[in-house]
């Protein structure tokens, strides 16, 4: 049985999704499940908030093979060898374990991209290509007997998206109240149902000799608003104006649903939460490197900035919790 793979995906980038992937990340495993983050952007952004640049260096060093999601694509991708074995880095909760990232990701994108085609021509080594990420996140999972891997990617509508796409069975969109990220809206949307068709069409082409491919299901569990506050040159009531035509907007161009009567946010079972953006936090956990929820006085944590982290522990848990049986995964 395959482990759920959930993808946090925006067209959008800024809108605070790698942060998410890494509170929820914390969370989940804080509330007993057993996590993998893993990390297939090719700017390696949830790497760098889970490890410091001299362990970064370390996983990246050429000499003793880079401990890293391209060290175990790299000899495939080469024909030198198998995928590898997916190398996990433990945390200090053992619970949760990170499949590091690697800026050489980049360079798979053009054997992707070449491989995509010729599964319909029911070739087993595109197949392979196109599987990889997949295989590597069920690696990854079984490695650490994960109940749910939680994986970040880039806002690209590029073929490596495509692929790390594949291997998720669900997909949470993170958004801001803006233009720019209701844009992306309309651009993920359309994407993610030719991805989905073209992925099953090419499965109906699959040789019998590939025993095991993704489902590419691709589920839209739902989506997540990141408020970053108001400015001073953007008044609260544009501001709203932009909220509100979120639900309609995911409805119609995401679910391919007629948005006429795209209820109101607070009334949206696809709205999976919203989360305020804890700026004064954020350099505090970012120094800590631990979730703003775990932050204590001894981080720099007090007074307001103290209650703050613990409300953004009631926050994340409740987001987490509504993701994880959104997923269909027992809490």
């Given amino acids: 049985m395959t482990t759920p793979v959930i993808a946090f995906f925006n067209n959008k980038g800024g809108v605070g999704k790698t942060s998410l992937v890494y509170h929820l990340a914390w969370m989940m495993a804080d509330q007993g499940h057993r996590v993998v983050a893993a990390d297939l952007d090719p700017q390696a952004n949830l790497t760098s908030a889970f490890l410091?640049?001299?362990r970064i260096e370390q996983l990246w060093a050429e000499a003793d093979g880079r401990a890293t999601v391209w060290g175990a694509i790299q000899p495939f991708q080469d024909r030198t060898?198998?995928?590898?074995t997916a190398p996990l880095v433990t945390t200090s909760d053992t619970r949760l374990a990170l499949l590091p990232g690697d800026l050489q990701l980049a360079t798979f994108e053009d054997n992707l991209s070449t491989e995509w085609p010729r599964c319909l021509e029911g070739?087993?080594?595109?197949?392979?290509?196109?599987?990889?990420?997949?295989?590597?996140?069920q690696s990854a999972a079984d490695q650490h007997d994960a109940e749910v891997v939680l994986v970040d990617v880039g806002p690209?509508?590029?073929?490596?998206?495509r692929a790390a796409l594949l291997a998720a069975g669900h997909v949470v969109v993170p958004v801001a109240a803006d233009l720019f990220s209701l844009q992306g809206l309309r651009n993920l949307g359309p994407t993610l149902n030719a991805w989905r068709t073209?992925?099953?069409d090419r499965l109906e082409r699959m040789p019998p000799s590939v025993t095991a491919a993704p489902s590419?299901?691709?589920?839209?569990?739902?989506?997540?608003?990141?408020?970053h506050g108001v400015r001073l040159d953007r008044p609260v009531r544009a501001y709203?104006?932009?909220m509100d035509q979120i639900p309609g907007e995911f409805q119609s161009a995401v679910l391919g649903i007629d948005d006429t009567d795209a209820p109101k946010m607070a009334e949206d079972p696809y709205c999976l939460g919203q989360l305020k953006h804890y700026h004064s936090l954020m350099s505090l956990a970012q120094e800590a490197r631990k979730p703003i929820f775990a932050l204590t006085t001894a981080d720099g944590a007090i007074g307001g900035h103290l209650q703050a982290a613990r409300d953004a522990y009631g926050h994340f848990g409740n987001l987490a919790t509504t993701i994880l049986r959104r997923a269909g995964i027992e809490v």
Wanted: glycine share 14%; charged share 15%.
């Fill in 216 to 227: 590419g299901t691709m589920n839209a569990l739902g989506y997540v608003v990141l408020q």
């Fill in 198 to 200: 073209g992925w099953r």
């Fill in 52 to 54: 410091d640049e001299t």
């Fill in 156 to 161: 690209s509508l590029g073929a490596i998206n």
């Fill in 240 to 242: 709203q104006r932009w």
């Fill in 81 to 84: 060898g198998p995928l590898g």
């Fill in 123 to 137: 070739r087993a080594d595109a197949f392979a290509v196109m599987s990889t990420f997949w295989r590597l996140t």
